[in-house]
């Protein structure tokens, strides 16, 4: 058997889509050894047990396993399918008082046309059955008593007094209907925001009868223990997929206790085992974050979070972390201390959060998959300055789906040069002229690059589009990008399958299952010295922009370094004529490079360009 070489790999969201995932990585492990995985909702589930394998094959091969006749972390992914095709739905059990409106929300889901009214309307009715019950008995009593009233006064016929009475019940009922209908929504939406803005947290409810354990977060956090091959105790940590020597370089570097992050040329000590990321989104700062987190802003409530996480996780999470420091304002002049309690639960102190190889890879998982609407949003806490000095004070704020600001994180791990190829796994609906297709990717240089046209062709698709447009905008320009378009494989799912359907019947899930086996071996072709070429030709035409405008703009920062001390932002002490001296350097390269010419720009350069110029850190 030959030694698995290493690649790094990316994976889209999609709710129940990510069934596709287990036998796609299951297969690509006989090839590949996983070093950097990454993804957003559900492709933030699959990366975790992705990343929970890949340590069980780690611990396996350094002799730490000693049941080595037990199966492995990458078989136990490759029967997950098998597991979920009977208990998908299990896994989104609601909150009890929710139950109904869960149900509505898949059947208007699963069903097209006039199939899903039937279905919304039977669950809209067992949830408002109560006051239904009663509004029926009143509305036949009133038109009782209105056609006793007509026939005993002699206004009308008997007959007549019944049909009268009956037809004013009727229409009566319609009404008392109508307002149940709009009870029921509004009595909804209210739970689902007491809920964490969703109708399903991803813990058993007391109240609904359940075995507790088999809910969405206590399963991923039990089976990705078991994936992982640990013993039962403590949750699986970012730090057990590192290892000792990176954690402990980790613990070395001094995190942002603002909004500013880890300096990524201090990160170069750091090199772990496995680096997961996943990404999620924060709603209420409007911007997307790679969890692991580089800050230290946030903080989180056991008592909030208990609502949220299994009993074992909050224990962890409670003995590795510390309580919030003592912040103070000046209010009248006076230093005064910031109360750091948690508004909901009087007398329970705000926590610091965790440093981040002690944090549980399920709280990454959660944070990421928090599906608008259905799968609750998940609270922290942050000290808010940006208000004037005497408003200080802590804010909560929610973290949603990852997919919300990029739904396939493709730059997570990205370089210009990478050392081995970095493969993406996109999800699609199947191709209108190649419908048998089950995987695709762009076997050509020339291949893939306008992507797929979606007709409009009314009112509900272009509503759609435009939906589609604000979320995968950037995902979109990513992509067909050259040097990308080449390691992304698109899988094809089904129009009934993967998204909220979740009530899917066993064979549709392994039909599911089976598309994914099918995108690895899509991936078993990828030619890597092509791939490397294109970087090569991509990256030094990307340098080569980046050092001519520096160059042409050079004029108007040259005085800045003839200054005895700068505006902000200094460099090191005793570092300052090696900064000059590498600016010079910088200079005199791209002087160099307009003497030949540009030779990185001659030929046929690779199009579209993937972007050169860094983006933020999340």
């Known amino acids: 058997m030959t030694t698995p070489t290493p690649c790094d790999l990316v994976m889209k969201g999609g709710v129940t889509s990510g069934i596709v995932y287990p036998r796609l990585v299951t297969r690509l492990s006989h090839r590949h050894r996983f070093v950097r995985i990454g993804g957003a909702s559900a492709g933030a589930i699959a990366a975790a047990f992705t990343a929970a394998a890949e340590f069980d094959r780690h611990r396996r091969a350094g002799g730490h396993v000693p049941d080595t006749d037990s199966p492995t972390g990458f078989d136990l992914l490759h029967l997950m399918p098998d597991a979920l095709a009977h208990g998908l739905p299990a896994l989104f059990a609601p909150r009890n008082d929710l139950r109904h409106h869960l149900g509505a929300v898949l059947a208007l889901v699963d069903k097209r046309g006039a199939g899903k009214v039937l279905p919304a309307l039977r669950h809209t009715v067992a949830g408002s059955a109560g006051r239904l019950g009663l509004g029926l008995v009143a509305c036949l009593a009133f038109g009782a008593a209105l056609a006793w009233c007509t026939w005993a006064t002699g206004a009308a016929d008997p007959w007549v007094a019944v049909l009268t009475g009956l037809l004013l019940a009727v229409l009566l009922f319609g009404i008392v209907a109508l307002f149940c209908l709009v009870w029921f929504v509004r009595v909804g939406f209210e739970r689902a925001v007491d809920n964490g803005y969703g109708l399903v947290r991803g813990l058993t409810d007391p109240d609904a009868g359940t075995e507790p354990g088999g809910a969405l977060t206590e399963w991923i956090t039990d089976n990705l223990d078991a994936t992982a091959g640990l013993p039962p105790g403590r949750p699986l940590t970012f730090g057990d997929l590192w290892g000792p020597e990176a954690v402990r370089a980790h613990r070395r570097l001094r995190l942002g206790t603002g909004e500013r992050?880890?300096?990524?040329?201090?990160?170069?000590?750091?090199?772990?085992?496995?680096?997961?990321?996943?990404?999620?989104?924060?709603?209420?700062?409007?911007?997307?974050?790679?969890?692991?987190?580089?800050?230290?802003?946030?903080?989180?409530?056991?008592?909030?979070?208990a609502g949220w996480f299994p009993p074992r996780v909050i224990d962890h999470l409670v003995a590795t972390s510390r309580p919030a420091r003592p912040e103070r304002q000046r209010i009248d002049g006076v230093p005064t201390l910031i109360p750091d309690h948690c508004l909901h639960h009087t007398g329970v102190p705000l926590r610091r959060l965790p440093h981040p190889s002690d944090m549980p890879v399920t709280v990454g998982v959660r944070l990421s998959l928090s599906f608008p609407g259905v799968i609750s949003a998940v609270p922290m806490w942050v000290l808010d300055r940006y208000r004037a000095e005497g408003h200080w004070g802590w804010r909560e704020v929610w973290f949603s789906d990852g997919g919300l600001t990029s739904n396939f994180p493709l730059e997570f791990f990205d370089a210009p040069l990478p050392g081995h190829p970095t493969f993406g796994v996109t999800l699609e609906a199947p191709h209108p002229d190649f419908p048998d297709q089950l995987a695709f990717r762009p076997l050509r240089n020339n291949s893939g690059i306008l992507g797929r046209v979606r007709p409009i062709t009314g009112v509900g698709s272009f509503v759609e589009a435009i939906i589609g447009v604000l979320v995968d905008w950037r995902d979109a320009l990513t992509v067909p990008a050259a040097g990308n378009r080449d390691r992304v494989v698109e899988v094809r799912i089904p129009e009934d399958a993967g998204g909220l359907h979740l009530t899917m019947p066993p064979e549709v899930v392994t039909e599911v299952a089976r598309r994914g086996d099918a995108g690895a071996a899509e991936l078993e072709s990828f030619d890597w010295d092509n791939h490397r070429w294109i970087r090569y030709r991509t990256a030094t035409a990307g340098l080569g922009d980046l050092l001519h405008d520096a160059r042409e703009n050079w004029g108007h920062y040259a005085d800045l370094l003839e200054r005895e001390k700068p505006p902000s932002y200094p460099v090191d002490e005793g570092r300052e004529v090696d900064d000059r001296?590498?600016?010079?350097?910088?200079?005199?390269?791209?002087?160099?490079?307009?003497?030949?010419?540009?030779?990185?720009?001659?030929?046929?350069?690779?199009?579209?360009?993937?972007?050169?110029?860094?983006?933020p850190s999340t």
């Open 261 to 305: 992050a880890v300096d990524p040329a201090k990160l170069e000590s750091f090199k772990p085992i496995i680096d997961l990321q996943v990404m999620t989104t924060c709603l209420s700062l409007r911007r997307p974050y790679t969890f692991p987190f580089t800050t230290r802003v946030f903080h989180w409530c056991p008592d909030c979070w």
């Open 581 to 615: 001296a590498a600016t010079a350097s910088l200079l005199a390269t791209a002087e160099r490079i307009r003497e030949l010419g540009y030779p990185a720009h001659t030929g046929q350069v690779p199009t579209p360009r993937r972007p050169f110029r860094a983006t």
